[in-house]
């Protein structure tokens, strides 16, 4: 009997819980509760991402999951404050995160 896995970098794994995490984190933060799966481990991707530059440029390094998490929530929050002070980008952000919650809803 063979069995067939599907290799996933641990690494891969471990961004992917951080997203969720801080993009969780920064719903919570900003409107009392989460986006939906989907769209917080994007949010928390992107924020990841700008959250690790605003680190960078305020002189702050570390290393580590809390690390990751808080510096991943920062720029998460960041992007929800900046969505929410541009009115394109509001919309954008509510097709995005209706779509995902559409199809979270739908999967079985």
Request: glycine content about 16%.
């Amino acid at each position: 009997m063979h069995f067939i896995f599907l290799s996933v970098p641990r690494s891969l794994l471990a961004w992917l819980l951080v997203g969720l995490i801080a993009g969780w984190l920064a719903g919570t933060v900003s409107r009392g509760r989460g986006f939906g799966c989907i769209a917080d481990i994007f949010l928390g991707l992107v924020g990841a991402v700008l959250g690790g530059w605003i680190f960078t440029k305020l002189g702050i390094f570390g290393g580590g999951i809390l690390y990751s998490i808080a510096a991943a929530t920062i720029g998460a929050v960041v992007l929800v404050v900046i969505g929410a002070c541009s009115p394109g980008a509001i919309d954008f952000i509510g097709k995005l995160l209706s779509a995902s919650a559409w199809r979270e809803s739908h999967l079985i």
